[in-house]
């Protein structure tokens, strides 16, 4: 009799789609691939995916719990960029590979940071609810910055970052950045400004959030950065909810210490309809959409599948998050 093959689990985001060419693309290594709504209770899970030698996850979040008790499990795949919902240091020490797929909405993230700062500039929002409310002013209200010659800080200059930067020096904006692990010559091949993090809050006329969230880079938008801000600042936030603490930014914002905002990640999702950030004017609020694009979308569940297939066949994947498990000697869960 034939063995069966590895179980592959595709745990479903709060938003469901067809992952039909992901298990497509593990044909090849003969995986069974079973798809799973929403969820994020630790019993829940480890029931459901006892067998699992591999796991996608969106949201649901992968803990030390859950992969201690899938003793078959060899390789856990995130389906975008940031990886926060995966204890990374429990998959490294128990020899679980973990992957994510970085490169698949770098400009669609760069373009709706681009598309919220400029709908901040222009006043686009208010100037469309004063048309339709019959209001003919002819000008931007409250005034408009030129750009041009405007700085921008960019808070983190990774792959979305960069791309963001290329973006506004089209504008002729000034660019200035903060990131320790990113070295010189990649500032210097952008045209960007290396600066400390109380330096960009002091320079910035906008402020763009492009950082992984991990423990350092948590409220890394707190009290003492908004501390530094100029009130005619503008904030854009479509990292991680958590590394803007929103407490202080609310209390920047009713200060008159941080001009406006515009965030597409919350610290809880979906935010509360109560939310105070919510019922101000100079707040622009998206549901966590900076990353879509249906070309990038439809791509998630083949680039998954191709990555599973990798490891199940004794390759290294494209994407580790955590390098270290294949150091000569590491502890490597092995089918």
């Known amino acids: ?7 592959v689990y595709v745990i479903q985001g709060q938003t469901e789609r067809d992952w039909s060419d992901c298990a497509a ?8 691939v079973t798809t799973l709504a929403f969820m994020r209770d630790e019993a829940e899970m480890i029931a459901r995916l006892r067998d699992a030698d591999a796991l996608v996850t969106t949201y649901s979040p992968v803990t030390r719990g859950l992969m201690s008790a899938l003793e078959g499990l060899t390789v856990v795949v995130r389906t975008g960029v940031g990886y926060d919902v995966i204890d990374l240091p429990a998959a490294t020490e128990l020899g679980v590979i973990v992957v994510n797929i970085p490169d698949l909405w770098i400009r669609e993230v760069a373009n709706h940071a681009l598309g919220l700062l400029l ?13 339709r409310a019959g209001v ?11 750009l041009h010659g405007e700085t921008i800080g960019i808070v983190g200059l990774g792959n979305i970052g960069s791309a963001l930067a290329r973006r506004v020096a089209a504008l002729e904006m000034q660019v200035i950045a903060c990131d320790p692990y990113v070295d010189d010559a990649t500032f210097a091949a952008l045209g960007v400004e290396r600066v400390t993090l109380p ?7 906008y402020i763009s959030v492009h950082t992984l969230l991990n423990a350092e880079t948590r409220h890394l938008i707190g009290e003492a950065f908004l501390a530094r801000t100029k009130p005619t600042a503008f904030l854009v936030n479509t990292s991680r909810g958590p590394v803007v603490d929103e407490q202080a930014l609310v209390r920047a914002l009713r200060e008159g210490r941080l001009a406006g905002a515009a965030l597409d990640v919350w610290e809880r999702e979906p935010v509360a309809a109560d939310h105070p950030l919510l ?43 955590n390098p270290e498990v294949f150091a000569p000697g590491a502890a490597r869960r092995a089918r």
Not at 25 to 32: E, G
Not at 137 to 146: R, W
């Open 25 to 32: 693309a593990l044909a090849r290594v003969s995986a069974r």
């Open 1 to 7: 009799m034939t063995a069966p093959g590895p179980r």
């Open 119 to 131: 709908a901040w500039n222009r006043k686009i929002l208010r100037l469309d609810r004063e048309v």
């Open 279 to 321: 019922a101000m004017d100079n707040v622009i609020a998206t549901p966590h959409a900076a990353y879509f694009s249906t070309a990038a979308v439809a791509a998630v569940p083949r680039r998954c599948g191709e990555e599973i297939a990798r490891v199940l066949d004794g390759q290294r994947p494209l994407n580790v998050v």
């Open 199 to 205: 330096v960009l809050a002091e320079r910035s006329d």
């Open 136 to 146: 003919w002013s002819a000008v931007v209200p409250g005034g408009a910055g030129s």
